[in-house]
């Protein structure tokens, strides 16, 4: 299998950013899960749920990404990444760290 880098950018960079200054206890939790759940896409970039593209926000294909992957996080937070690839590697590009509230209104979810 190809080598995989994992590269945090744009919203994912500044939340991680964000989190890391943060004095929360609950935040440390959360750290932990990010760095755990990025050392998993090292070994399979595939680790997280595929969203389909029909359901991918349109901000991601202006930026260049056609596919987005979720991985669930402690506190009910998620991470959004998308995979690009040469045939020398392979390139997961963390796109976002999102609280529930923020995800379910980036997929346009409705509270019931």
């Known amino acids: ?63 260049g990404f056609t596919n987005l992957f979720r991985i669930p996080l402690t506190g009910y937070w998620r991470m959004l990444y998308s995979l690009k690839g040469n045939e020398v590697e392979i390139i997961s590009f963390i796109l976002e760290i999102l609280d529930h509230k923020k995800y379910e209104k980036l997929f346009g979810y409705k509270k019931s």
């Open 1 to 63: 299998m190809k080598p995989t880098r994992v590269i945090m950018v744009g919203e994912a960079e500044k939340t991680f950013g964000e989190l890391l200054k943060s004095k929360k206890k609950e935040h440390s939790a959360l750290i932990n899960s990010i760095k755990q759940k990025s050392d998993m896409l090292k070994d399979n970039p595939h680790f997280g749920d595929p969203i389909s593209k029909k359901k991918i926000p349109q901000k991601y294909f202006k930026q």
